[in-house]
């Protein structure tokens, strides 16, 4: 049997940012098969979809042939690629371009990096508001049908209580509550904290912000019951993760700064994907993960994200003499 090889995902999904990459191999006939990746993001100035295909591999060296731009991409004519926002019936198509050009370089791995296909569509010839129903459109040539998904698109996120929260105290012994309301649309939310500091080396002048990305509560459900999502996190947590984050030298000098509370929420696709995932890993796991995907006709997910944030939070006098002089953090030098 021929291996028949494809990517599923390149899901960028919460607050790491970190493209998480699903490799398939399967065999089977060849049939033409789309593999689809989009979250389109309202807040954008522009909006991109990857589209590739299942490859054959004749040869039985599927990391040559995957190598070879070609073997992953259509041909610039085969697709015609289009985004309709349902509520309003606007239908636009979406032009090819190099990512990389962009300023979206592919990350190196097992697939080619160059050229690096999307097809983009300026937000300004398709504004979104929030709560449409979008839908994607991939026509092909031959006899072909339609490739489509649809997803609705995430409202805004907004933190709650930004007054109270314009000091933030954590304790060792105590839970520290953030909360945001958000849309249903919004299923899933990763909420992460940016911590911004100076660093310095002891008698120099030369001083360098910094930050660190806390990822603070991942994977957090929409709760059905309410408009506003709470989550609580264990104070000793934040003191934990700056002294595992940052390297204990008696030269090195920092100040604390403020911090960014930043809540990406993802739609249904990507919180059915993530269940499926979660679902099958561990010893009681299935040994092959259940391929989820809301493409008709093809292969992938079609789905939203949006963000909120609130900037420049304080820690209260009490975290900051824990910073500064407490058991887990007094050897990184906070001024």
Known sequence: MKKLVYSLLALSFLLSQNACKEELILSAPWKDIPVVYAMVNRLDTAYYVRIEKVFIDPTGDAAEVAMNPDSIYYPEDALTVFLTNKQTGQKMELQRVDGTAEGYPREQGPFADMPNYLYKLKASQLPLTGKEPLLLTIERQGDLPDVTAEAVVLGEIKPSGIQDMSQVTFKYD??????????????????????????????????????????????????DNSSTTVVKIEGLNFFTYLAASLEADPNTLRQFKGMDMVVTGAGEAIEQYIKITESNTGITSAQDIPLYTNVENGLGIFSSITRGAVYNLQLSATSLELLKNGEYTQELNFQ
């Open 174 to 223: 105590q839970e520290r509550s953030f909360r945001w309301t958000s849309g249903s649309e919004a299923r899933i939310f990763d909420v992460e904290m940016h911590i911004h500091y100076d660093e310095w080396t002891a008698g120099s002048p030369d001083v360098e912000t910094k930050t660190l990305v806390w990822p603070m509560a991942l994977g957090v459900p929409h709760d």
